[in-house]
């Protein structure tokens, strides 16, 4: 997928009405993501993304963080300054287009580094 397809995308999950808006979302899912997954894990997910998007994953290199989806979700309205609500959409509309976006064993592996919670804003509910 193209860095702006995939823009695109959540542009259009989200209901943003700018492009600006869906680029903050992605920009801040991404890196909170970044910092919840695995040195490795996180180097694998960004070999499937645009090259635009691979440097908001691999910013933190650092140890993962244990972050359960509630702790995730309250970072991601932390950063952002929106509420739990908003951070949520903006989770569920980042994170099920890179789901569409990465191969069925990548999404895989990157479910297995996470608690069950992350899976619904992966649009995978079932997994949950």
């Given at each position: 997928?193209?860095?702006?397809?995939?823009?695109?995308?959540?542009?259009?999950r989200g209901e943003y009405a700018h492009?600006?808006?869906?680029e903050r979302a992605v920009e801040s899912v991404l890196q909170l993501i970044g910092e919840r997954?695995?040195?490795?894990?996180?180097?694998?997910?960004?070999?499937?993304l645009p090259a635009e998007l691979k440097p908001l994953l691999l910013r933190a290199q650092v140890p993962a963080q244990t972050m359960g989806a509630e702790?995730?979700?309250?970072?991601?309205?932390?950063l952002t300054g929106a509420s739990?609500?908003?951070?949520?959409?903006d989770a569920s509309a980042v994170l099920t287009t890179l789901a569409e976006a990465i191969t069925g064993g990548q999404l895989s592996?990157?479910?297995?580094?996470?608690?069950?919670?992350?899976a619904v804003y992966f649009?995978?509910?079932?997994?949950?």
């Open positions: 997928m193209k860095y702006r397809d995939f823009l695109a995308k959540v542009q259009e492009r600006s808006e869906a997954l695995s040195g490795a894990e996180c180097r694998h997910l960004a070999s499937q702790q995730f979700v309250d970072r991601l309205s932390a739990r609500e908003s951070a949520k959409w592996q990157v479910l297995s580094e996470l608690p069950s919670g992350y649009g995978k509910p079932e997994l949950a």
